[in-house]
């Protein structure tokens, strides 16, 4: 049986048979509950939502942005942002990042030489500790007594020299004075052994001086020096010992806080190159390219839609717009009230009829009935369509659906009006065959409009009363 051709000829439930007003004869008719709703053509599949999911980056000020509706080519540009200040932080990140990689080697290297060297360094502190010490010791044991008995070997030869002079002096003297005359090559002789004593009395003096000095200042301050020389050795010493492992201990931390640094400048570097990224959205197929989002089956624009122009900054994280590739299939999204919603069931069929086209009845089903309410109250409501070739819809329009929630090709109906409850429960007031009447209990079934389907208490042919408003 056709939907589509019976909708338009659904027959009077009722037929008034009396010329009395406010009388209805009862007569079996077919009974059709018919509900109507407003629903909204969406893409069931393929729409790909376009939104910003920046790592870290917030500044996306729109150049450029394809109308609302757009039929775009795959590659065709969606939105392009202005991209100078990334790309200045971007120039920046790969020169601290190239920064980083450097510092990080030339630590690692360091190390490696801190530890190749500091052996050798160590060894070498040992051993001017130890000839310090060793110095210092044969300086004290034997070295400053042999110095102080060598002075004074010096000074004594000195002396005796001086006396030697003296003596060699007196015997020319007194040779040359047993002469009566003296010649001239004896006052020379004279002359110089003169000269000899002199030197040797001046050398006597200056050998006294350094005799003095090396007993009373150079050996003491040699002392002094080879015993500071032997603690300040021990001093280095024990300072390396503690230093050196300390010093590398402390590079390979350093190399440690590099490392986290460069991996850290390098995360930072590819979060931006990824936000880069962004700065221009392409078709990612031929399609449509629609401002707001489709979420729950709802197109939605609302403050979203104002940022997308020149100039503005659309929320990152957050839908803006919609890509409808050519080939999504094309479906309907509908809410309801909660009355329609129980009259429903999966798989029901029915029409859809596009506004300024009432001429074209499309073939729907309903595949999908929320069992529970939204936050509105509503319930949601998905139906497939059989679109036709030459009249698919563009996905955002609307159309009004008309589904046969209920029929019963021969049912006894009343007037709603003529219902009454009670204590009884619902009853109608009957005519009887002496012209009487009486309420009588009915059972009442569904209810389309002002008319109540009625399942029993009364039969084909009676009369009912309906009150006259």
């Known amino acids: 049986m056709s939907f589509t051709h019976r909708l338009p000829f659904v027959l009077p439930l009722l037929l ?14 077919p009974f059709t509950l018919e509900k109507t709703f407003s629903a909204s053509i969406l893409p069931v599949d393929g729409a790909v939502p376009v939104k910003i999911e920046p790592e870290g980056w917030a500044d996306f ?3 450029e942005i394809a109308e609302h509706g757009t039929k775009v080519a795959k590659g065709a540009t969606l939105v392009r942002f202005d991209a100078e200040s990334i790309d200045r932080k971007l120039a920046d990140a790969r020169r601290a990042a190239e920064s980083g990689a450097l510092s990080l080697a030339q630590a690692i290297q360091d ?14 502190l040992k051993r001017a500790a130890e000839t310090a010490k060793e110095e210092n010791a044969y300086f004290v044991k034997t070295r400053r007594k042999a110095s102080e008995e060598s002075a004074a070997q010096g000074l004594e030869r ?16 007194k040779m040359y004075e047993a002469d009566d005359l003296t010649e001239d090559t004896e006052e020379i002789i004279l002359v110089r052994q003169k000269d000899d004593v002199a030197a040797a009395e001046f050398a006597l003096r200056m050998e006294q001086l350094d005799y003095q000095r090396t007993l009373e200042v150079t050996l003491p301050r040699e002392a002094i020096a080879l015993a500071n020389a032997e603690r300040d050795a021990a001093i280095a010493l024990a300072k390396a010992e503690q230093d050196i492992p300390r010093s590398i201990a402390l590079k390979k931390l350093e190399i440690e806080s590099l490392k986290t640094s460069a991996d850290r ?13 962004l700065f221009e959205v392409k078709a990612p197929a031929d399609g449509w390219f629609y401002h707001g989002a489709i979420e729950n089956g709802r197109w939605t624009t609302g403050e979203a839609v104002k940022a997308l122009v020149p100039h503005g900054r659309p929320s990152p994280n957050r839908v803006f717009a919609t890509f409808v590739p050519a ?3 094309l479906g309907l999204s509908a809410f309801v009230d909660e009355a329609t919603a129980r009259s429903l069931k999966p798989d029901l069929g029915g029409i859809a009829v596009l506004p300024g086209r009432e001429d074209l009845e499309i073939p729907v089903k309903l595949s999908r009935l929320a069992t529970l309410p939204g936050a509105d109250g509503s319930y949601a409501v998905e139906l497939t369509a059989s679109w036709a070739k030459d009249s698919t819809p563009a996905a955002g329009s609307s159309a009004t659906i008309r589904l046969i929630a209920y029929e019963r090709p021969a049912a006894l109906a009343a007037p709603t009006k003529a219902l009454s409850y009670g204590t009884d429960g619902w009853t109608l007031e009957v005519k009887l065959a002496d012209g009487k009447t009486e309420r009588r ?3 009442r079934g569904r209810v389309s409009g002002e008319t109540t389907e009625i399942l029993g208490g009364i039969e084909a042919g009676q009369v009912i009363i309906t009150p006259d408003k």
Do not use: F, Y
């Open 61 to 63: 000020e729109i150049v």
């Open 441 to 443: 209990p009915v059972k």
């Open 265 to 277: 400048e390098k995360e930072a570097l590819a979060d931006l190159e990824k936000d880069r990224s």
């Open 16 to 29: 008034v048979s009396s010329s009395i007003a406010g009388e209805i004869t009862v007569e079996p008719r």
């Open 327 to 329: 080939a999504s299939k």
């Open 158 to 173: 000195r002396k005796q020299m001086l006396s030697n002079q003296q003596e060699e002096l007196r015997q020319l003297q």
């Open 111 to 124: 190390l490696k030489h801190l530890e190749q060297t500091s052996p050798h360094r160590l060894e070498a």
